[in-house]
């Protein structure tokens, strides 16, 4: 049972365009949702993450933006960039150990 | 300081071989985490620690143990290696304080034949 849904799976944006990733989560005991920045090679590092009483955070370039009513969170790449380029994981989580649940992954590449 | 790290980088093992990853964190971390990274499939979690000498069942524990005897170490073990635990394995810490944080190694990629 895949709890948290993502995607698209991958995407094409060009340089200085605006790059949109989707999650949705079933669990309404989630009470975290960080997303992950992977590149090729090396293991995934965290890059912004939001808590459900807020509806938007902004870190940067990039914005969560929560819908708790919808259970969806979406990441916003603003001005992408080459550099950008790399697979996003969004996740979420509850409890004290903080268990994560993972979404399946979007490989982003941002073109010239 | 070097974070999260893991022996080995790649191995390839035999069906039916036996090894050990092992993931060290000098963080001083509570909390430990082994996932297994598939394509399409994203990171699940296999088993994870809250604490020294615990262990706990993650999403997909079978064919795996984990041992936690010192804080900084985790290990995660395969006795009888299956073609279909062929994957990257991650490891990732945290602290026991009010920031989530997960840190992740760079992973260990295992190709069972």
């Known amino acids: 049972q895949q709890q948290v849904k993502q995607s698209p799976q991958s995407l094409i944006v060009q340089k200085g365009g605006i790059s949109i990733i989707n999650c949705a989560y079933e669990?309404?005991?989630?009470?975290?949702f960080p997303w992950y920045q992977q590149f090729p090679g090396k293991g995934p590092a965290l890059l912004i993450a939001?808590?459900?009483?807020?509806s938007e955070k902004k870190e940067g370039r990039f914005t969560i933006s929560f819908n708790k009513s919808a259970k969806q969170f979406s990441l916003h790449i603003m001005d992408s960039q080459p550099g950008d380029s790399a697979t996003y994981f969004c996740?979420?989580?509850?409890?004290?150990?903080?268990?994560?649940?993972f979404g399946t992954g979007t490989r982003l590449q941002v073109t010239l | 300081n070097a974070g999260v790290t893991q022996t080995p980088k790649f191995r390839v093992l035999k069906t039916g071989q036996s090894m050990t990853l092992l993931c060290a964190q000098d963080?001083?971390?509570?909390?430990m985490y082994w996932y297994r990274q598939d394509p399409g499939m994203g990171l699940r979690l296999i088993h994870y620690s809250v604490g020294e000498g615990t262990t706990a069942k993650g999403e997909v524990p079978d064919g795996y143990n984990v041992s936690r005897l010192k804080k900084q170490n985790f290990l995660l073990g395969l006795e009888s290696a299956a073609p279909s635990q062929t994957s990257v394995y991650f490891c990732?810490?945290?602290?026991?304080?009010?920031?989530?944080?997960?840190?992740f190694g760079p992973g260990t990629r295992l190709t069972v034949l």
């Open positions: 669990n309404t005991a989630f009470d975290y």
């Open positions: 939001i808590r459900p009483d807020v």
């Open positions: 996740a979420a989580g509850t409890g004290t150990a903080s268990k994560l649940t």
């Open positions: 990732a810490s945290r602290s026991a304080g009010g920031r989530h944080t997960q840190y």
């Open positions: 963080m001083n971390h509570e909390y």
